[in-house]
């Protein structure tokens, strides 16, 4: 799940900002180079934190997203993708066309989310990220903000050529999943594709998404009671 799907979902519990701030910070974290380790608070921001694990975890296994994910990755590698890149976009693609379709589907970026992007960067202080001194972690967390708050997302996910533009930057990073040169117009065609797709499934996927955070927290206050 994408930041921008985590703060939607977090909204639903609480609009405060540092709840929503926490349920996006592991994702921020990475887009900064960097691995969340570490959260000294013990109040909004952290328990957001939380949130985003257990619906990470909830997400990635929806049955809707596996078979979203899996079609994705055979279409493009039908494509000639390899399976490297093409079960990288398979993943990483149907988030980010999530994130377009909730856009859609709420009308506009909800209030929620531009308030907990002010607040973001503040935050700072009360985050360590693994290998990263202290000072450098804060100026590349406030930077990573500063950028989001420039940047054309979560709109820009609405745009099959956008969204692919985006999938070809982040894989590059990783040698094994980079789209081939020559590959990008395919990733274009998927994408653009892709926004129908997931769209006429993600009521349902979101349905799953919340059943299974029932299931989680069931299944975690019953091993609590055994323990």
């Not at 590959?183 to 065609?189: G, K």
């Not at 653009?192 to 299944?219: F, H, N, T």
């Amino acid at each position: 799940m994408n930041f921008f799907s985590h703060a939607v979902l977090a909204a639903r519990r609480s609009e405060e900002p540092e709840y929503i701030v926490g349920s996006m910070a592991p994702d921020f974290a990475s887009m900064a180079g960097m691995r969340l380790t570490e959260i000294r608070d013990t109040g909004s921001l952290a328990a957001g934190v939380d949130f985003h694990h257990r619906s990470d975890d909830a997400f990635h296994g929806a049955p809707i997203f596996v078979e979203l994910m899996e079609d994705a990755r055979i279409e493009l590698e039908e494509r000639g993708l390899g399976f490297g890149p093409a079960a990288a976009i398979g993943h990483v693609g149907v988030e980010l066309v999530l994130d377009g379709w909730l856009v859609d589907e709420l009308g506009e970026v909800p209030e929620s989310y531009r308030a907990a992007m002010r607040a973001a960067a503040d935050v700072d202080q009360r985050l360590r990220f693994y290998e990263v001194d202290y000072y450098a972690g804060c100026r590349r967390w406030r930077d990573l903000c500063s950028r989001l708050l420039r940047a054309p997302v979560p709109e820009g996910y609405r745009d099959g050529e956008f969204v692919a533009a985006r999938l070809v930057q982040i894989l590059s990073r990783r040698p094994r999943l980079a789209v081939a040169p020559g590959d990008e117009p395919e990733v274009v065609a998927w994408a653009k594709r892709a926004y129908g797709v997931v769209g006429a499934r993600a009521p349902a996927l979101l349905d799953q998404v919340e059943e299974r955070l029932v299931m989680l927290a069931e299944r975690a206050a019953n091993k609590t009671a055994s323990d």
